[in-house]
């Protein structure tokens, strides 16, 4: 290390010609990388659990998450320098928190470690603990195999945080930290995206009330005389007499005709698609009636709130893979549809800009820490049931450029592997770019019970036959994963009612299935040293060739496309369209939009649309009830049931054992 130290101090001296230097920098970039790798497996090995450290009961979430953040967490500047972010690449939020810079992607020359997606079977009321097995393998990778290693995963909704679920931050001792600021605010990116969201929809419904009162001649004078009187056309005007034709833009020089063109909108409120979000479960909101005011001069509609993870911003945010990119993306929604049928962007409203301006840190993902000290990025959080359910791809590049050749990143897909796993490949991989070079899927013993019909009440009972029986339902992911061509490990989430024959009836179905690898994982309770045996499979699976491929071609119609994924993924014998769905896909591909992607909109319970039908139901025919376009996310949703995009609180909540006690200690979060 000491040589390393000097030879690295001798390239920094240019007296040996420019050649030489320029030698010298190229050496010093690779020691460079050679001494953070030294400084990475010294800081994760540090960091890992004692033995004596791990207590049985194992304690709740938050207070080993506490006990760890008062004793051994590292300041985050610690963490970004054993992981070769440059200082000028963090932006600090407090202590135990900081955002990534872009530019923390060029500076790392483009190198990429072992792209690695991990999923579930289809989820139950048991819960599987997916989130906990990504945290969990990385803590064996990073602290226990001293691999370079990052786990990203998506920031929580509050809405599931103070509802049933509970928070994301993973459990037991596989957890990210600190707890408290994973599972609430954050840095701010679901409020901001909350604000950026709400201001357009102020937007339109000033808009639409703004035309109905105005003649077109005051409309336009008022549009174009900024608060100075001085006549300009802003750069959103500008942008839209572009895409009208009119090349004039002088505002005193357009005609009656184009003035009257470019100033009405004429939003036909009936088609307004853009709804309010707020980032809380309330059920109330879900229908709502705005325009009641007596200055808004009877101008009401019926609209409703999302919570704010639906919203298509959310989806923009986690798809984007760079910031002109977001940029464009935010410009492009389509909110509603003109008098004519033509659509009506957020850049025709004219916030697009200023929605940017709210959202511009939200593009920098945030870096914190696991209990063992190994790195995570946090970042986006969009529903996986409406949305593609998965963290961002500026947060993977991020990574994967940081980790080196021989590294891994984690990624987790939302729900189950037909959900989060097939939206990961079809769309985010997509629009990335990237392959994966392998899978995981997270399974339980109870889970696979539960599929198998065996009631909550009775998952913890033995029950091979049961096991066998709900196997049915990994097995399906298993063979969908076969079809999108690279090496799948089951990792089987072991719980204490488990018996060594169905763990074991697990791991001999997965292999006969063709998973590459069948392990049990005791993460919850071990922390990394507890999912070493699943982090070594993952690493003789990444090492395997790879033969990725999509479940359908850009070119394949939108219906196609639909039919492609009910049949080859979810195991239906088929689709029926609802008549106003048939005329809407003929519109989207007239329209230009036929080269999107499909996004799902179903029940992530069950394979179907059904959420009864548990296991591996065959036999049913996918009904496509609706189907919308995001023209920002760049994808078409078929609505496959009654998906609701505004959850409601339960009878007991979660909010009811959070609190703070006298010291300013969270207490209850989970």
């Known amino acids: 290390l000491l040589k390393l130290q000097f030879l690295y101090f001798i390239g920094k001296i240019p007296f040996l010609g420019y050649e030489s230097y320029l030698k010298g920098i190229k050496t010093r970039r690779t020691l460079t990388c050679v001494l953070q790798g030294v ?5 994760a090995s540090n960091r890992a659990y004692g033995e004596a450290e791990l207590k049985w009961p194992v304690p709740s979430d938050i207070e080993i998450a506490q006990e760890r953040a008062a004793s051994a967490m590292l300041p985050i500047k610690e963490v970004a320098e054993s992981v070769g972010i440059h200082e000028d690449d963090l932006i600090l939020h407090g202590k135990y928190k900081a955002k990534i810079a872009l530019s923390s992607m060029q500076r790392a020359e483009g190198r990429k470690g072992k792209y690695v997606v991990v999923c579930g079977i289809n989820p139950t009321p048991l819960g599987e603990g997916k989130s906990t097995t990504a945290i969990g393998m990385t803590q064996a990778l990073g602290a226990h195999l001293n691999k370079r290693a990052f786990a990203c995963v998506r920031q929580p909704s509050q809405g599931p945080t103070f509802g049933i679920k509970g928070g994301a931050a993973g459990g037991g001792y596989s957890q990210a930290i600190p707890m408290e600021d994973f599972n609430l605010h954050g840095t701010g990116d679901i409020h901001a995206i909350t604000a950026a969201n709400n201001l357009l929809a102020a937007a339109i419904d000033a808009r639409v009330f703004h035309e109905s009162g105005q003649s077109d001649e005051a409309l336009y004078r008022r549009l174009v005389t900024t608060s100075s009187g001085k006549k300009v056309f802003a750069e959103p005007m500008l942008r839209r007499l572009e895409r009208l034709g009119i090349k004039e833009t002088d505002p005193d020089k357009l005609t009656a005709e184009e003035r009257l063109k470019f100033a009405r909108l004429n939003i036909d409120p009936a088609t307004i698609s853009w709804r309010r979000v707020t980032d809380v479960n309330d059920r109330f909101l879900r229908s709502i009636e705005v325009g009641k005011g007596p200055a808004e001069k009877g101008k009401t509609r019926e609209t409703g709130y999302d919570i704010s993870v639906a919203s298509e911003v959310m989806a923009i945010l986690a798809l984007a893979t760079s910031f002109a990119d977001y940029r464009q993306r935010l410009r492009d929604i389509v909110v509603a549809r003109d008098t004519s049928g033509g659509p009506v962007t957020a850049d025709d409203i004219g916030c697009a800009g200023a929605m940017l301006a709210l959202l511009k840190d939200t593009i920098e993902p ?3 820490q696991t209990l063992e000290g190994t790195p995570v990025l946090v970042h986006a959080g969009p529903f996986g049931n409406i949305a593609h359910g998965n963290s961002s791809i500026i947060a993977d590049k991020i990574a994967l450029s940081l980790v080196g050749d021989d590294g891994f990143v984690l990624t987790e897909a939302g729900f189950g592997a037909d959900m989060g796993g097939e939206k990961f490949f079809n769309i ?7 392959a994966p070079d392998a899978a995981v899927i997270v399974a339980t013993v109870r889970a696979l019970k539960f599929h198998a019909g065996v009631p909550v009440a009775k998952a913890g009972t033995p029950n091979v036959d049961a096991v066998k029986e709900g196997f049915a339902n990994l097995g399906r992911h298993i063979d969908n994963f076969k079809k999108f061509g690279i090496p799948a490990v089951v990792v089987i989430n072991e719980f204490g009612t488990d018996t060594k ?11 006969a299935s063709g998973a590459f690898d069948a392990v049990l994982s005791s993460h919850w309770r071990y922390g990394g040293r507890g999912a070493v045996q699943a982090a070594e499979a993952v690493v003789k699976a990444s090492e395997q060739p790879s033969n990725f491929k999509f479940t359908y071609p850009d070119e394949l119609s939108l219906r196609e496309k639909i039919e492609t994924i009910c049949k080859e993924i979810y195991g239906a014998d088929g689709c029926t369209f609802a008549d106003h769905v048939e005329k809407q896909l003929v519109a989207f591909e007239e329209q230009g939009y036929g080269k999107f992607p499909i996004c799902m909109a179903k029940t992530q319970y069950s394979f179907s649309h059904d959420p009864n039908l548990k296991g591996a139901p065959s036999g049913f025919t996918v009904p496509i009830k609706d189907i919308r376009v995001n023209c920002g996310a ?8 009654d998906i609701s ?3 409601g609180l339960p009878t007991r909540p979660a909010y009811y054992i959070i609190d703070v006690d006298d010291d300013g200690r969270v207490n209850g979060l989970s």
């Open 645 to 647: 995009t505004m959850p």
């Open 428 to 434: 985010k991989c997509r629009a990335s770019g990237l």
């Open 39 to 43: 400084k990475w497996s010294r800081m």
């Open 501 to 511: 024959e169905e763990l074991q009836t697990i791991i001999d179905l997965s292999k």
């Open 366 to 368: 945030t870096l914190m």
């Open 634 to 641: 760049r994808f078409v949703f078929p609505l496959l049931g």
